[in-house]
């Protein structure tokens, strides 16, 4: 179902599945979590992810959330990519550069957090 809903949307380059369906632990309560990388030239906009999220909701039965990994945050990309299960990869090699360049973002944005992560462990909190 996921993968026939996106596939058909020439501009979507690789589809994966994440968070509790991914990693098994679903519930009846569940959502379904979606990350999808599209071609750069042609990142949809919020209604339209609005329209394809209801539209998903309405098929699965459940709640849906959809995420663009080319606007999502490393940290939530580097969770999606360690953690989910691809659907499908469409374009191999633009999905590749995207996660070379993923772990570069999350690298640097690692190296900038650490002093002040350091700064807040020294803090003393209670005496």
Known sequence: MLRDFFYAKGEILAVTL???????????????DVAFLCDAKKIPTGLILMAWKEALSDKLKRAVDIVCLNTASPILGVQVMQNGKDIFVKDALAYDLYRARLLLEYAELKKVRKPMEDAILKRKYYD
């Open 18 to 32: 994440f968070g509790s369906f991914a990693e098994n632990r679903a519930t009846e309560e569940s959502d379904v």
